[in-house]
């Protein structure tokens, strides 16, 4: 393992532990004064705020799969990317859910996997960031939460941050580099290791 490989596992391990001891008590009570309501207006799964790119990660894809009936180049793609290797075959990381301009599974503003939807999904308009809570633009925003929502919301997010982390992880665990190879034209390197597509 490179010298550079070994120290971002090794920050990514500190960010880690820092991300075990994040008080959800804290965490609720600064979205609590955030403020959020749902207003079920599906702009986030339109993208009409910005970017609707949502990415998902191994675990996430078993469990829509297992919850839709749906097979995981049903409803994912590799994210886009321009990394090459030297036979012309694109590197990229993670895998992103397909859209058509909206979100595939939004059908007359509703979610189609709502019980299963992915982390981004569940905390949206909020995520946290170097440990810091930070929120996008939403139209719930300000609007009121409970103690109890607030907590929950606090609980899912901190779960999020700390899922993301440990598939950075693996994912530098199991990266071997732009190797040609595979058989494919796009290797998706994950948390899992490498995944040739043709």
């Not at 910005?50 to 097979?71: A, H, M, W, Y």
């Not at 901190?158 to 071997?176: G, H």
Request: glycine share 8%; net charge neutral; charged share 35%.
């Amino acid at each position: 393992m490179s010298p550079q490989k070994e120290m971002r596992i090794a920050i990514l391990k500190k960010e880690l532990d820092d991300a075990l001891k994040i008080d959800e008590k804290k965490l609720a009570d600064r979205i609590k004064a955030t403020g959020f309501k749902c207003r079920k207006c599906a702009r986030c799964c339109m993208g009409e705020f910005g970017d609707n790119t949502v990415i998902v990660s191994p675990s996430q894809i078993r469990k829509i799969c297992k919850r839709s009936g749906l097979k995981r180049d049903d409803f994912v793609i590799p994210t886009p990317s321009d990394d090459t290797d030297e036979d012309g075959n694109i590197h990229t990381f993670e895998w992103v859910l397909k859209k058509n301009g909206d979100c595939i599974f939004l059908k007359n503003k509703l979610c189609e996997i709502y019980e299963c939807r992915p982390f981004i999904c569940k905390t949206h308009p909020f995520y946290l960031l170097d440990g810091k809570l930070e929120v996008c633009e939403c139209m719930g925003i300000g609007g009121s939460i409970t103690d109890r929502e607030s907590l929950e919301l606090a609980g899912i997010l901190k779960e999020r941050y700390v899922q993301e982390i440990k598939e950075s992880i693996a994912l530098f665990e199991k990266f071997k580099g732009f190797n040609p190879g595979g058989g494919g034209k796009v290797c998706v390197h994950d948390s899992e290791g490498e995944h040739w597509i043709t």
